[in-house]
């Protein structure tokens, strides 16, 4: 079943937020197989951090990430205007399936 | 450069079966490791993974879904196809078709995505 994500979070620019993720030991909990994505509106997402918390090749380091348990957690610095979009975790689980998170909005003041 | 496109019927009635393909480009899929996928999104809702195809032909489906999900590769024409039996409205969504690797388990390339609707 879908991994659970607060709906939305809001902050002003240049201040830090997290969004958390949590799941299951079958899933989140039982694999450092997490990753990432930030959907702008009527765009496809794209990936932000994967494996908890690496960044692939020019994502700005001021998205961060980690995981305690069955909870992982995004931390976006320094908020920017363009910050503003939808944003999924997604784990690798169980039968070799993956489950995407409800998604949290991220609102920019 | 990678690129995913993918196509198919815009609307398509219900009981009826979906057909899409993944046309890709800037990987092979004979490639030891690399993986496509079919994701999609109801509007306005979250994401949901389908069904995977890898490298060596091994093929994952979704647990709710599998018995009416099959998907192919055809690698001469770098394309993967899904197909979806017995479409009812709530399948209506955008499809998304995404590489990813055994290596990382992420979605790093998508394509624009297609959207399909299903109504009579």
């Known amino acids: 079943s879908a991994l659970t994500q607060r709906t939305s979070v809001s902050g002003s620019p240049g201040q830090s937020i997290t969004i958390y993720c949590t799941g299951s030991s079958s899933d989140v909990g039982g694999y450092d197989l997490v990753s990432w994505y930030q959907q702008q509106p009527g765009k496809a997402p794209k990936l932000m951090l994967y494996?908890?918390?690496k960044r692939p090749s020019g994502v700005s380091s001021r998205f961060s990430g980690s995981k305690s348990g069955n909870t992982a957690s995004l931390t976006i610095s320094g908020l920017q205007a363009d910050d503003e979009a939808d944003y999924y975790c997604c784990s690798f689980a169980r039968s070799n399936s993956f489950e995407f998170g409800s998604g949290t909005k991220v609102t920019v003041l | 450069q990678v690129t995913l496109r993918e196509s198919g019927p815009a609307l398509v009635k219900p009981t009826q079966t979906l057909t899409l393909t993944c046309t890709f480009s800037g990987f092979s899929l004979t490639t030891s490791g690399v993986c496509v996928n079919w994701i999609r999104q109801p509007p306005g809702k979250a994401l949901e993974w389908l069904a995977r195809i890898d490298w060596d032909g091994d093929k994952y489906y979704r647990t709710s879904l599998k018995t009416r999900l099959t998907i192919s590769k055809d690698t001469s024409k770098n394309q993967v196809v899904l197909r979806m039996t017995n479409m009812d409205p709530v399948d209506s969504a955008t499809y998304y078709c995404t590489r990813s690797t055994t290596a990382e388990y992420a979605f790093d390339n998508w394509g624009q995505g297609a959207a399909v609707t299903v109504s009579s």
């Open positions: 494996e908890v918390s």
